[in-house]
T-cell receptor, first 112, second 114 residues
Framework: QKEVEQDPGPLSVPEGAIVSLNCTYSNSAFQYFMWYRQYSRKGPELLMYTYSSGNKEDGRFTAQVDKSSKYISLFIRDSQPSDSATYLCAPGLTSNTGKLIFGQGTTLQVKP | KAGVTQTPRYLIKTRGQQVTLSCSPISGHRSVSWYQQTPGQGLQFLFEYFSETQRNKGNFPGRFSGRQFSNSRSEMNVSTLELGDSALYLC?????????????FGPGTRLTVT
């Protein structure tokens, strides 16, 4: 079993739709939960992160962590064609390490 | 602030050769991590260097090695290249302490082994 599972998609939605991207993980020691966005032929860019359980909102993006069920979600409201990219979840163990375990990534296409 | 830079951006090598990739982190960042990205396996952690010391290591064979210099720049070396080493190699830099989980990635070096 992989430490982080993520449906690779692709996921295709019309512009303006609400998008839900999800990951599950197996290691209960994960404390930090990052979401990265990767455009084609680019390196991943940090989108947002949460610490432990709870929600965090940043503009059109909301990250949600449920540690009891080991479930991570990213919601995108009012999706735009510019949101078309691959989204990767990446839990981390502790603050003092650069090691991240990435999910496979979900490819999202937002159609105008 | 300048972002993470990686050189070269593209590389073609022959099986059996060795290769060295370079990464310059964001100014002030002391942590440098390396990842391999392939369509089949996704992003996999190779190793992390902090203050010239390897702090974490992933599950890759000993053919993959790295080092970090006193100015935090890092190099990654792959010896005896195999066809399966063809991948995008990404470097990420991070701060120290509480924010070190925030990794900032470079554009990557695309390595093709023929």
């Amino acid at each position: 079993q992989k430490e982080v599972e993520q449906d690779p998609g692709p996921l295709s939605v019309p512009e303006g739709a609400i998008v839900s991207l999800n990951c599950t993980y197996s290691n209960s020691a994960f404390q930090y939960f990052m979401w990265y966005r990767q455009y084609s032929r680019k390196g991943p860019e940090l989108l947002m992160y949460t610490y432990s359980s709870g929600n965090k909102e940043d503009g059109r993006f909301t990250a949600q962590v449920d540690k009891s069920s080991k479930y991570i979600s990213l919601f995108i409201r009012d999706s735009q064609p510019s949101d078309s990219a691959t989204y990767l979840c990446a839990p981390g163990l502790t603050s003092n390490t650069g090691k991240l375990i990435f999910g496979q990534g979900t490819t999202l296409q937002v159609k105008p | 602030k300048a972002g993470v830079t990686q050189t070269p951006r593209y590389l073609i090598k022959t099986r059996g050769q060795q290769v060295t990739l370079s990464c310059s982190p964001i100014s002030g960042h002391r942590s440098v991590s390396w990842y391999q990205q392939t369509p089949g396996q996704g992003l996999q952690f190779l190793f992390e260097y902090f203050s010239e010391t390897q702090r974490n290591k992933g599950n890759f064979p000993g053919r993959f090695s790295g080092r970090q210099f006193s100015n935090s720049r890092s190099e990654m070396n792959v010896s005896t290249l195999e066809l399966g080493d063809s991948a995008l190699y990404l470097c990420a830099s991070g701060q120290t302490g509480e924010a070190s989980y925030e990794q900032y990635f470079g554009p990557g070096t695309r390595l093709t082994v023929t």
